[in-house]
């Protein structure tokens, strides 16, 4: 089955500092990637989305950088806030139909004030 | 508001008693998930109905079963629940062609006993 590569597993950061996980994938097929935030108790939520014919997507404080030839993607939270603190999950479609997600493992971000 | 329901939020069980989860949505999405999802890990998709054309993922149990009677409602049943079946699951709708933004429901917390 495809593979989704996320790291780092967990990550603490500073209020108001920059918060970047990565992943990588395999099937260039993928047409879409998104990433999902999760709160405790609460199912994950879509986030943002790029696709490959683009570098990068900016909303609000968070930004999205594709790197096609690298096979990898990058969330970056600017001015990162305690209510930031999420496990955040990149994914992607590997089916055909783009029906189906498979997830990266998560990071879990912790914003300290 | 529009939104994926799920009942109940937490179901205790015991082992090998079968259970149903069932999750609806007011989106009228064309798609609809379930996933597993255990403490710290991603969630894994169990299966997905396009339309009524459903779609069983290779390494779903066989002990795990779904019905959609209608674009409305899915039900998640697992016939002899195991020990290593106690997850939070997740049901998840999409529209048709945008199977990268998934609207979740808050999920159904499972506990064998």
Known sequence: QQQVKQSPQSLIVQKGGISIINCAYENTAFDYFPWYQQFPGKGPALLIAIRPDVSEKKEGRFTISFNKSAKQFSLHIMDSQPGDSATYFCAAPYNQAGTALIFGKGTTLSVSS | DAMVIQNPRYQVTQFGKPVTLSCSQTL??????????????????????????????????????????????????????????????????????????????????????
């Open chain 2, 28 to 113: 009228n999405h064309n798609v609809m998930y379930w996933y597993q999802q255990k403490s710290s890990q991603a969630p894994k998709l169990l299966f997905h109905y396009y339309d009524k054309d459903f779609n069983n993922e290779a390494d779903t149990p066989d002990n795990f079963q779904s019905r959609r009677p209608n674009t409305s409602f899915c039900f998640l049943d697992i016939r002899s629940p195991g020990l290593g079946d106690a997850a939070m699951y997740l049901c998840a709708t999409s529209r048709e062609g945008g199977g990268y933004e998934q609207y979740f429901g808050p999920g159904t917390r499972l506990t064998v006993t």
